[in-house]
C-alpha cells in the first residue's frame, strides 16, 4: 500500500472534509441531546468538545508523522503485527458503521420529521447512500472539491440563521452561566465529542494522502477552531432565542430555530433553502463515513482492489442506518446512550495505544519507515 | 484488381497508362479535366494534366501553367534530365503556382488531386507533379450567427481552414505562434489544424490534443463535431468539455491564456482546449465593454443558469410537496389558478417543456420568417388557448416561459441545450419524492460537473478545486488594469500586463485653470 501511488489532496481540501464531516449532525441532533442533559451550558459542553478535538487531532498528527507514508491501520500493522492490524480495522470499520446510523438520523429525520412524513424510510437511506456510493466512486479528490461547496453551504446556512434569529435573541436565556458543575459538563461532552471522533479517526486515515506534512499540524488545528466556531453559533442561538428547554424538546432542535427564523416582514419560513444548503455538508458526512469504512473493510480483509468493496460496505452501513433510523425510540436510545460510550471507547483507546506503542517501540516504527 | 492495389502501384512511365489508371480510379468522373499538350517539340514529348473542375482555379490552370509551358521554348536535352531537375527548369520556365512537389504513386497522384491540386504528367516519366491550383467557391466572411456581440469585431470563421487560421493570426504577430498540420479521416483526409502559441501553452497539453488527434481513425470528419466527440475526455457526460466557437478573438484569447486550438477544414465552428465549465457563460463583449457592466451581464447569465436549471423543479416541488413553504397569499393565487387543471402539476410542467421544446425547434428548422411567426403563434396563442382550456395553469406558463428565456440568457447555445437536458431528471425526481429527490439529483449532479476533467484540467475550476488568483475573471471580470497575471495553468506564470497599470490624472501636470 505504501509503495503505491496515492491520491493526493491539499491541506484546504482536508479542512473542508473535517468541517464538514463534523457540522451536519453537530448543530442539530447533537445539540438537542446536550439540551436536556445540561440545559443553558450547552454552549460551554460545545467549547470544551472543541478543547477535546484540538487535543486528539493534535495527537493523531502526532502518530501519523512518525510514519507519514501510513495511516494509522498501516502503522498497526507494523507494531501490532497483521492480526493487530486486522483488529484495529474491524474497530475502525465498526466506529464508522456505528458513526453512519447517526449520520442517517441526522439527514432521514431533518428530511422525513419536516417535509416528507409519507416518504418510507427506505426511500430516504436508498437515495443518500445512493448519492454517497456515487460520490465515493469519483474518489476522495472529488469528494474533497465537493466538501468545498460544503462549506460555502455552512457558511451560507450560517448567514441565514443568524440574520433569521437575531431578533429574538435573548441574553436572559443563558443565565445561570455555569447552572451545572464542570464534571456534569465534562461528561455531557460525549455528545459532541463522538462527532469530533468521526473528523479525528478520519484525518487518521486520510493524512497520508494530504500534501505538505509540514502544515498538517497547523491545518487540522484550524479545521477544528473554523469547524467549531462554526458549530459553536448554534447553541448560542439556540439558547439565545429558542431557550435550552425548548431546544430539548426536540430530536432536530437545528430545524425547530429554522423553521422560526424570519428575516424581516416577507422573508419567512425559508428552512427549505436552508435545508438545500444543509443536505450538501450532509452528504460529504456520508461519502466520509463510506471512504473510510471501505478503507477499513480493505485492511481487514486484506483487499488489494477497494473499488470491490464499495458496494459491500455500502449495503452494510445503509442496512444498518435503516435499522436505526426506522424506530425513533431505538435511534435516540442508541445516539444518546450507546453510541456516545462506543464512540469514545474506540478513538481514546485506539489512539493511546498506537501512541504509546508507537512512543515504546520507536525504533521498529523508523526502521520500517518507507518500506 | 482491386482498387487499393491499384492505388500502391507507383507510376508508370508510359503517360497514356498512367491517365488511363487514373481515370480508372476515379471511375471517369464528369468534372476530371484532362489536357493534352506538347512541351518539346523537337521531339513531341507529351504530357498530360489532369484535374477537377470546380475544385481548381481554371483561370490558375490556364495563365500559370499552360500559357508558360506552351509559349516557352524548352531544349530537346529535358528528355535526359532527372524529375527534379525537370522541376527546376519548369519553374525557371514561368509556372507561376505556389508550389511544385514530386508524387510518385497513385495514392499520392489521386490524392493531390482530389485536394485541388492538378497533377502533370510528362510522357517516359514515372513522377508527376503536383501543382498547387486550389480554387473553389468560398463564402465570404460575415458575421458569425451564433457568438453575437453589440460591440466588438464582426469578423466570423468561414468553412476554408486557411482563412480560419489567418484570421487568428491576424490578432497574434507573436513569431512563437505555432501551427502543425495533419488530415483525419481515411476517406475524408479532411485538414486539421491545431494552433497553440509556444512559451504560454503547457507543452503536455500539445502534446496530449496530438496524442488524442493522432488515435482518431473514423472514415471522414464534416465538421468539427466529429473531433470533439473524439476527444472528449468524458464522452457520455451532458457536460461540454470542449468549446467551439465561430469568434477569431475568442480563440486568440483562448491561444493567450495557453490554449490550443483545432480548426477543421469546411466548418466555420474553431474548438478551443481546455475548456472550463464557467467560459460558457463568457461573451467576447464583456471585454469590450467596461467591466462593471460586463460583471452585471455574467451576474444576470448565472441567474440565467440558476432558474433555466431550477425553477421548475422548484415550482413543482413546492406545489406537490411543500405547499406551506410558499406565502399564502401565492400559495392561494396558485391554487385558484389550478382549481380547473386536471393534471397532476409534475404532468403539466412536462407537458409545458414539451410544448416549448417543440416550438423552439420549429422555429430553428424553419424559415425565418414562418420560425417566428411558429414561436409568437405557439407562445401567444397555444399558450392563452391551453390556460383557457384548462388544460395549464397561467402560473404554469409565466414558470415555463421564464425558464425558456432564461435558458436563452446563456450566450453558448449548446451550453444551453444541454443545461435544458439536465433540468428533466431534477424535474421528474422533484415530482416523484420532493425535497429529496431535488437534492438528490441535484448533488449527483454536482457531484458528476466536480469529477469532471477537460484535457487534464479540472472543469469547475478555479472554483472546486479552489485557486483564489483565476477567480479575477470567471464569476465577475476584473478591470484589465487589475488583472496583472495569466491564469495559473498558463506555462511559466508570465506577467499579462505590467505593475501599477491603474490610470490616474497626471498629478505633477499644472492645471491650466486656477481655482
Redesign the interface.
Known sequence: MSTQIRTQI?N??LLAIVINIVYAKAIGVTQGAIARQVGADMWIVTILSILFALLMMWVVVIIIKRTPEKNILEQSKVLFGAWGEKIFSALFFLFFLGAYGGVMITIVYH?MDY??PD?PTA??II??T??GL??LS??IE?I???A??GLFSISILNILILFGSLDNFHVHHFFPVMQNNLWSNLQATSHHNSDWAMAILMVAILLPMVKQKEKWNKYTQKSVLIGGGLILMWPLLQVGTLSPEVTGQYIISCMQMARSAEIGL?VH????IM??FF??SA?VQVMSCLICASISAKHVVGAKNINKLYIPTALLLGGFGYWIVDDHMRAMHYLEDYWPILSMSIIIGITVLVLLFGTIFKRKLVQRKGK | MQLEEKLEQDFFSCLQQNVTEIESILGSPSDLVKRDFTIVEQVNLDASLLYIDGLADSDVIENTILRPLLTNEMNESITALSSEQIKQVLTKKGLQVPSISIVANFNDGIDAILAGNALLFVDQYKQAFSLSVQGWETRGIEEPQSDTVLRGPRDGFVESIRTNTALVRRRIRDPRFRIQSMQIGKRSKTDIAITYIEGLVREDLVDEVLQRLNNIEIDAVLESNYIEELIDDSPTSPFLTVQGTERPDKIAAGMYEGKVAIFVDNTPFVLIVPTHFWTFFQTSDDYYTHYTTASYFRFIRYIAFIISLTLPSFFVM?VS??Q??I?TQLALTIAAGREIVPLPVLIEALLMETAFELMREAGIRMPKPIGQAVSIVGSLVVGQAAVDAGIVSPIMVIVVATTGIASFAIPDYLASVSIRLIRFPILIASGF????????T???L???A??LRSFGE?Y?AP????NSRDRQDTMIRKPFWAIETRPADVKGNEQRAGKNQKPSPNKRRKTRYKR
Open positions: 491539499s484546504s481540501i428530511l417535509f416528507l416518504v426511500i430516504f437515495a443518500t445512493g448519492v456515487y460520490g469519483k474518489g472529488v474533497g472539491r465537493f468545498v461547496l416577507f419560513r425559508y428552512e427549505l435545508i438545500v443536505s450538501i452528504l | 413546492l410537496f411543500h406551506e413553504m406565502p419524492l420532493g425535497l429529496l429527490g431535488f437534492a438528490t441535484f448533488v449527483l454536482v457531484i458528476h466536480i469529477s479540472p469547475m472554483y472546486f478545486p479552489f
